[in-house]
């Protein structure tokens, strides 16, 4: 007896093609109500990020950016994507509209959680796999995220890679400002920063921090990027600059409900403080941070 293998990637072509000629708006259009009762009953609020995988036109993005959630649509129908765009541009609702293969995320996603919980083998061996199948099913988004997660976990997790990741983190710039995406270009910008900062090369951590920031947009984005700033001023015993722009990603961060940038940013501004022979403002900010590692179950972080 003999197998066929299945050519999944020609069926996605048809598939996509037969998205991409049809009149969906005609039907989707209809399902507008389905998708704010979805919002709803999901209790979606302010602060929330929510994927909308397989979004179309983009009915369920748009429901959670009406009630202020950082919303994101994912599909491979160029003209659908097209199609949500315009709709948030007319409702003046601040969605991002991603082309990519949805079977890549859950490697992604798996790669960055194990990261996150200290299996560092496991999660650089996910992230790999996510920028070959991204790389596979042509799809530039996806790929220039994969990247630049791969990149920050080779730099943060383990020590002495900062090299590869730097390089890995140069090409998901590269592929990110190819396919016009602005949050993924941020990260890279942000992480090649910390990467001169960490080898002690202060000028040109400022140059890629300053271009990180021209970029960014969200309060998430401005914490992060202020906390890696305020490390690099720690660095050139510069504590005045260092507090101020530490207090702001920490402050930043709490607004935004971004907890882990928050216990960051209270890290290094521990340690500015223990380099200034303040022990006691040093012993409480670290106890903060801890405080926030531990709610947050951020398990790498703890020392």
């Not at 979606?44 to 959670?64: F, I, K, Y």
């Not at 599909?75 to 890549?104: C, I, M, S």
């Not at 790389?135 to 996806?142: G, I, R, S, Y």
């Not at 040109?204 to 309060?219: F, G, I, M, P, R």
């Amino acid at each position: 007896m003999t197998s066929t293998a299945v050519d999944f990637e020609a069926i996605k072509d048809k598939q996509r093609a037969g998205w991409e000629t049809g009149d969906y708006p005609r039907v989707g259009n209809t399902l507008q109500i389905i998708a704010e009762l979805l919002a709803e009953a999901a209790d979606v609020r302010t602060d929330q990020r929510v994927l909308d995988v397989a979004c179309g036109q983009g009915n369920a993005a748009l429901a959670a950016a009406r009630r202020f959630a950082d919303a994101t649509g994912v599909d491979y129908a160029a003209n659908l994507l097209a199609q949500g765009r315009e709709r948030a541009v007319a409702e003046h609702l601040p969605v991002t509209f991603l082309k990519g293969d949805a079977e890549a995320l859950p490697v992604l996603q798996a790669g960055r959680a194990a990261i996150v919980a200290g299996a560092v083998d496991a999660g650089l061996k996910c992230l790999r796999r996510a920028v070959a199948e991204a790389e596979q099913c042509q799809d530039p988004v996806l790929r220039g995220r994969a990247l630049s997660a791969l990149g920050s976990a080779l730099v943060h997790a383990i020590r002495g890679r900062d090299e590869e990741g730097a390089i890995v983190l140069h090409a998901a710039i590269q592929v990110a400002t190819e396919a016009g995406d602005r949050t993924t270009s941020v990260v890279a910008h942000r992480e090649l920063g910390f990467v001169e900062v960490q080898a002690g090369r202060r000028s040109t951590a400022a140059s890629w921090l300053v271009k990180a920031l021209a970029l960014a947009e969200t309060d998430a984005e401005h914490a992060a990027i202020l906390g890696v700033r305020g490390m690099n001023s720690s660095g050139l015993d510069d504590y005045p600059a260092a507090f101020e722009r530490l207090g702001a990603s920490v402050e930043l961060a709490a607004a935004c409900g971004d907890h882990r940038q928050q216990a960051w940013s209270l890290s290094i501004m521990g340690r500015a403080h223990l380099l200034r022979d303040d022990h006691s403002q040093a012993r409480a900010t670290v106890r903060q941070s801890l405080d926030l590692v531990r709610q947050e179950r951020w398990i790498a972080f703890l020392p």
